[in-house]
């Protein structure tokens, strides 16, 4: 089969499927299909996913090239690429480039831009970035021994769509902290790629159908959250692999300083959307309060302790967070409609969050 590669320049962070490059791309996939050709696609950005999403969809042959760390088993990479986006075995191949570590991610896009335009038989630019990296790289291609072809290209045009979110202090409800005393609160907030637990396939199924607002946003996680009767467990923020569900004893009007803006992972720290438990029910499902000290404290403590421990902070300081923590997933099975209390950031959300849940439902505003 002739290799086809499909070319993205960086778009925005937060793509629909009503972008042009998301549709322009999708046909170019589609056009690989009926005419026989292999992708060549890869992962680690949206623009190189959702040819892979797209690849899977409309049953389209294709190698994918991945990031191989030293030490890595090649074999358990390939299956979860496989699960994730539901890849047939007889239908994709897998190319691995070597890279020194997991951050070594500029390096391997690079050598992997470079390596899939030299595989490839025909180039499909598509959203090109005018004198950007991939824009150089075309101009170096040898049309005698690559076909350049322009029928899916569209003006270079990303679009920004951000989850930053400003809670103005004069409208917060003035009865919250009355309706939700002691209890304890998990806060969520918007995500840039797939929720904890769901499949890559699912993330950028629901990201193609969605026309004008972000699927992944505070109110739709939450949502996700009680339809699924659980909360996940994070691992990103703890020490070794720990997974874990973080809840704080704040007053909800307490919390709101506390939802400030990320520039470095374009996100909210958490969000006006959460679910509150009443803090005695909690104890007893075992979410236990943190405590707080230095870094250096960590390897004095028994095993048992190390899971609630938490550095004060080099950077920032984390105590005004008061947190308390839940090892693994949190299951909100056998916890009472009516001991639960439910936050959404206004009172118009109330009526959407009703629709799938029963117990109480407070506005963070008014």
Aim: aromatic content about 10%; proline content about 5%; hydrophobic content about 35%.
């Amino acid at each position: 089969m002739k290799k086809a590669v499909i070319l993205n320049s960086r778009q925005g962070l937060r793509p629909l499927g009503s972008d042009s490059w998301v549709k322009a791309t999708e046909k170019a996939v589609r056009y690989a299909g009926k005419n026989d050709l292999e992708v060549l696609t890869s992962v680690g950005q949206k623009t190189w996913e959702v040819i892979l999403y797209f690849v899977s969809r409309y049953d389209v042959a294709a190698t994918v090239c991945l990031p191989l760390a030293g030490g890595s088993d090649q074999k358990k990479i390939r299956n979860f690429y496989r699960r994730q986006y539901r890849l047939k075995e007889g239908k994709t191949r897998f190319r691995f480039i070597e890279v020194s570590g997991h951050r070594d991610r500029v390096a391997f896009q690079a050598r992997r831009d470079q390596i899939l335009t030299d595989a490839a038989d025909i180039i499909f630019p598509v959203s090109i970035r005018p004198e950007g990296t991939l824009d150089q790289l075309l101009q170096t291609i040898n049309s005698a021994e690559t076909v350049l072809d322009d029928r899916f290209r569209i003006d270079y045009n990303p679009i920004s769509r951000s989850s930053h979110l400003e809670i103005d202090p004069e409208r917060i409800n003035p009865e919250i902290d009355r309706l939700i005393d002691r209890h304890l609160i998990h806060w969520t907030r918007s995500f840039n790629r797939p929720w904890p637990g769901e499949t890559c396939f699912k993330f950028y199924s629901d990201l193609v159908a969605a026309e004008d607002c972000w699927p992944r946003c505070g109110l739709d996680t939450l949502l996700h959250i009680l339809d699924e009767g659980k909360i996940r467990a994070a691992s990103g923020p703890y020490r070794h692999g720990l997974a874990a569900v973080a809840f704080s004893s704040l007053k909800p009007s307490e919390a709101v300083p506390l939802m400030k803006w990320r520039a470095r992972y374009r996100r909210m720290t958490f969000e006006p959307y959460g679910v509150a438990i009443p803090a005695d029910e909690a104890a007893g499902r075992k979410v236990w309060k943190v405590f707080y000290g230095n870094p250096e404290m960590y390897d004095y403590l028994e095993g048992a302790e190390r899971p609630y421990f938490q550095s004060m902070g080099t950077v920032g300081c984390w105590q005004p967070e008061q947190e308390h923590r839940h090892i693994g997933d949190f299951s909100l099975a056998g916890v009472p409609d009516k001991a639960l209390v439910v936050i959404v950031r206004s009172p118009d959300e109330c009526n959407r969050v009703g629709e799938r849940f029963s117990g109480r439902i407070v506005s963070m505003t008014i």
